[in-house]
């Protein structure tokens, strides 16, 4: 089954303690990017890959790491984090005519 | 600044009519458009995509697309009250990449 993954789907976390949520996926997709979705600012990316080792910049890159190793694995990294990084985060997949696929989700809380 | 605009709702339709939603976006030379189902607490699902002037029929959605009015839209026929949700409207705005600029959606409710 074509499949994104995200884990963790759901982590509570203090100020300044690092964290890595993971993204797979089984599609053997070149594209992968990261978004957070936010109460009346809808969906804004955070960094992109257009294939290994291949990473930019999205909108709202500020406080995050990602690295591309592997074409199946994206992590999105918080080294530092803080409170308005509370946020549902989604990791999303595309090949072809430009169509990207949208893992499940994870809900992040910084307190 | 590349925008991409959503009316945010809530759009209400009774059960069985026609829900019409619509965007607008900055970027004249924008070539893909895609439309996004989000159900509450849910990821986003691709419903549809459309590339060129005119519609696309998919089922019971149907995608308008009008360049020189920078416009599309989407029309649910014979709305039930599963296709309650969030519609996000994406655009790629950058010819050759993948980058994609979200609407930030709107809200239809279908009233049983």
């Known amino acids: 089954e074509a499949q994104v993954t995200q884990n963790p789907r759901y982590l509570i ?29 809808g969906l804004r990316q955070i960094y992109y890959s257009m294939n290994v080792e291949v990473t930019d910049k999205g ?53 | 600044q590349k925008e991409v605009e959503q009316n945010s709702g809530p759009l209400s339709v009774p059960e069985g009519a026609i829900a019409s939603l619509n965007c607008t976006y900055s970027d004249r030379g924008s070539q893909s458009f895609f439309w996004y189902r989000q159900y509450s607490g849910k990821s986003p699902e691709l419903i ?36 309650s949700a969030t519609y996000l409207c994406a655009v790629n705005m950058r010819a050759g990449s993948y980058q994609l600029t979200f609407g930030k959606g709107t809200k239809l409710s279908v009233i049983p």
């Not at chain 2, 029929?57 to 009250?81: C, H, M, W």
């Open chain 1, 13 to 41: 976390t203090v100020t300044g303690k690092k964290l890595t949520v993971t993204c797979s996926q089984n599609m053997n997709h070149e594209y992968m990017s990261w978004y957070r979705q936010d109460p009346g600012l």
């Open chain 1, 59 to 111: 909108d709202v890159p500020e406080g995050y790491k990602v690295s591309r190793k592997e074409k199946r694995n994206f992590p999105l990294i918080l080294e530092s984090p803080s409170p308005n990084q509370t946020s549902l985060y989604f990791c999303a997949t595309g090949q072809g005519a430009y169509e990207q696929y949208f893992g499940p989700g994870t809900r992040l809380t910084v307190t």
């Open chain 2, 48 to 83: 549809m995509s459309i590339y060129s002037n005119g519609d696309k029929e998919d089922g019971r959605f149907t995608a308008q697309l009008n360049k020189a009015s920078q416009y599309v839209s989407l029309l649910i026929r014979d709305s039930q009250p599963s296709d």
